[in-house]
Antibody
Framework: QITLKESGPTLVKPTQTLTLTCTFSGFSLTTNGVGVGWIRQPPGKALEWLAVIYWNDDKRYSPSLKNRLTITRDTSTTQVVLTMTNVDPIDTATYYC????????????????WGQGALVTVSS | DIVLTQSPDSLAVSLGERATINCKSSQSVFYSPFNKDYVAWYQQKPGQPPKLLIYWASTRESGVPDRFSGSGSGTDFTLTISSLQAEDVAVYYCQQYFSLPVTFGQGTKVEIK
């Protein structure tokens, strides 16, 4: 059974850096084709994809946020970390990490298991 | 970026009746070498994360009731709930994974009439 869980601060001040950790189980991020993605959802709004990291340590980012995002993995543990720099109140959202099922081509990403999400509020 | 537009934004359906949600893509998400449409559908209940229902436009995820079905190709897709149950009250999202960035529709809220 695949499970994912997000953790991080619930409140961040504007201009600070947000660091979120996704701890997962039930799969290996070294398995060919697998990935872990981050998706966020502002309160009452739609889903927005942020980034994904793959089994081969390749990474892809949302073009609109690319300059502010970094996604990394810790292969010695079962964790993926997303950092977002220079946060703004508009970044207030629930942040989800999710499992990308095995697929060879990096451009194609759908998500078959999601964490419960972490609500992050950006406010002074 | 590929833009997905869902319709309607919300709908109310009587228990046991059919619910139909549409998703229109700004460009084709059909890849002919694989004969596949790169569309997924998710269900999100209040206070919960999204749950994958359908991928490859019409393949039902394991464990998803067969009253949920996906159809369409190219730029026009449909999620159908054949007989609405009380537990189907949720917001439904389509997603394209034909190309990056991944994009989602704005969501369709399904309620009981």
């Amino acid at each position: 059974q695949i499970t994912l869980k997000e953790s991080g601060p619930t409140l961040v001040k504007p201009t600070q850096t947000l660091t979120l950790t996704c701890t997962f189980s039930g799969f290996s991020l070294t398995t060919n084709g697998v990935g872990v993605g981050w998706i966020r959802q502002p309160p009452g709004k739609a889903l927005e994809w942020l980034a994904v990291i793959y089994w081969n340590d390749d990474k892809r980012y949302s073009p609109s946020l690319k300059n502010r995002l970094t996604i990394t993995r810790d292969t010695s543990t079962t964790q993926v970390v997303l950092t977002m720099t220079n946060v703004d109140p508009i970044d207030t959202a629930t942040y989800y990490c999710a499992h990308r099922p095995p697929w060879q081509w990096l451009e194609n990403n759908w998500f078959d298991a999601w964490g419960q999400g972490a609500l992050v509020t950006v406010s002074s | 970026d590929i833009v997905l537009t869902q319709s309607p934004d919300s709908l109310a359906v009587s228990l046991g009746e059919r619910a139909t949600i549409n998703c229109k893509s700004s460009q084709s998400v059909f890849y002919s070498p694989f004969n596949k449409d790169y569309v997924a559908w998710y269900q999100q209940k209040p206070g919960q994360p999204p749950k994958l229902l359908i991928y490859w436009a019409s393949t039902r995820e394991s464990g998803v009731p067969d009253r949920f079905s996906g159809s369409g190709s190219g730029t026009d897709f449909t999620l159908t709930i054949s007989s609405l149950q009380a537990e189907d009250v949720a917001v439904y999202y389509c997603q394209q994974y034909f190309s990056l960035p991944v994009t989602f529709g704005q969501g369709t809220k399904v309620e009981i009439k």
